[in-house]
Every structure is written in structure tokens, then in C-alpha cells.
């Protein structure tokens, strides 16, 4: 069945597009598509666009091809960056959804997948949810992160991150440039505990692994690099 199609999967659940379908888990809707039984589970956390995002949808089915129980929570609780809105206003938003809230939120849907028996979880995190992401791998109850185009995260947070973490950022971005991933990186390599890896990728800009045009040859390309670079770690460290 194509990513692109609606349909329920199991019927008792809510009808929606792609692979898999939408339900509470931890108190949050949330996208689910993959073996309900998988012992390797993949949280992806998105971007301030959320978690109905098409090109996230189809990433999470990509990612739950390999196996993986994949669980995409609503962290905006049907309350997404609208810049649709010309009454929008993004300090008030950025308030009630800021990313400390993004972490508390995220802490019980570990939690609930361990409780389904999952031995091994995953994280990516996406801008707003990379900089989430980045305060959960601070503890080990995650077993990797990946952290793609974050949002502004500190040396401090960095410092503190303890599982194998993999930082992908874009040539164009104003919110983490490359020189301060590659000195995160820096930071990460310090550690020799676990592993770290830091790629730039050229020409792109902010947001260019969910957010890129599906018309666009080039930019499809340079997402499908990071997707199957995010692949690579997971399938190296959540077994």
C-alpha cells in the first residue's frame, strides 16, 4: 500500500495516510506504522510543522521497512506552527510549546514502549525536535540519536549527551551553522564511550530532510542521503 493512500489499518484504529495509522500511546496521538512487536522501536520528534507532515509520514514508513516499531507522537497536541495564519503569532506559540515541554512529553512514550517490551529505542529529531532530542540522549534510556538541522542547542546540552549521537546539518542554516556542528562534534568526540559523527551536507538549507519539494530531483536526493545516513546509525546501535 503506498504511503500516499488512506485507509484503516487495523479497522478498529483511525483512518489516515500512509502505512500505518494514528492512536493515543502515552497520552498522545500519535503515528504508528511497523511490527507491533518489534523489540527495536525508532520515536521520531518532528519539526514546529508537526507530526502530520507528509514527507515525515512517508520517512517513518521508510524507517519501520527495516523492522522497526516506529511511533511519531502530536507534541502540539493538534496545535502546529501555522504560518498559513496571518493571525499567527509565533512568540505565543513558541511559549505553550517550547521544547522543555517537548522533553517532559517525550520521557513517557519511552517509557510506554519499554513497557510493550521494546529492548532498544531509537530517537531522530528534527529542528524543534532535535533540540528536544538532544536533552533526552543525556540520560540511557535511549540506545542512539540522531539530531538533524537542530534548533539552537548549547555546548552544555551537548556535553551532557551520553549515547551514540549522530549530528546531520545543512551548508545553509542560521539556527545551528555548520561551524557550530562541526563543534559539537568536537565536543562529541571527547567521549570516547560511544560513538559520534557529524556530516554537513552542501548546498541545502534548514529543514531539508522533511520539509524538501518531492518535485525537486536534487533536493529529493539530499534527503534521501540523510535518511539512509539515519538508517546506517540506527541499525549499528538499536538492536
Given at each position: ?21 494514528v492512536e493515543e500511546f502515552a497520552g498522545l496521538n500519535t503515528y504508528i506504522t511497523g511490527p507491533p512487536d ?202
Amino acid at each position: 500500500m503506498s504511503s500516499s493512500q488512506c485507509f484503516e489499518n487495523p479497522p478498529s484504529k483511525t483512518t489516515t495516510c500512509g502505512a500505518g495509522y494514528v492512536e493515543e500511546f502515552a497520552g498522545l496521538n500519535t503515528y504508528i506504522t511497523g511490527p507491533p512487536d518489534s523489540k527495536r522501536a525508532i520515536l521520531l520528534i518532528a519539526d514546529v510543522f508537526g507530526y502530520e507532515a507528509p514527507n515525515l509520514r512517508k520517512l517513518a514508513d521508510k524507517v519501520s521497512a527495516a523492522e522497526y516499531l516506529v511511533v511519531v507522537p502530536d507534541f502540539f497536541y493538534g496545535d502546529p506552527f501555522n504560518l498559513d495564519n496571518p493571525q499567527f503569532d509565533r512568540e505565543a506559540w513558541i511559549k505553550v510549546h517550547n521544547t522543555d515541554k517537548g522533553y517532559e512529553d517525550a520521557k513517557p512514550v519511552i517509557a510506554a514502549l519499554r513497557s510493550k517490551g521494546v529492548t532498544a529505542v531509537g530517537v531522530a529529531g528534527f529542528c524543534w525536535g532535535g533540540k528536544v532530542l538532544v536533552n533526552l540522549a543525556s540520560s540511557e534510556d535511549i540506545q542512539a540519536a540522531v539530531i538533524l538541522h537542530p534548533g539552537r542547542i548549547t555546548d552544555d546540552e551537548i556535553k551532557e549527551v551520553k549515547v551514540p549521537t549522530a549530528l546531520l546539518g545543512a551548508e545553509i542554516d542560521n539556527s545551528t551553522p555548520p561551524e557550530q556542528m562541526k563543534h559539537f562534534g568536537e565536543i562529541l568526540s571527547t567521549k570516547s564511550e560511544f560513538d559520534s559523527f557529524v556530516k554537513i551536507f552542501p548546498g541545502v538549507s534548514h529543514g531539508w530532510t522533511v520539509r524538501y519539494n518531492v518535485e525537486d530531483e536534487s533536493a529529493v536526493k539530499s534527503a534521501e542521503e540523510a535518511h539512509e545516513d539515519m538508517m546506517n546509525w540506527f541499525a549499528k546501535h538499536v538492536k
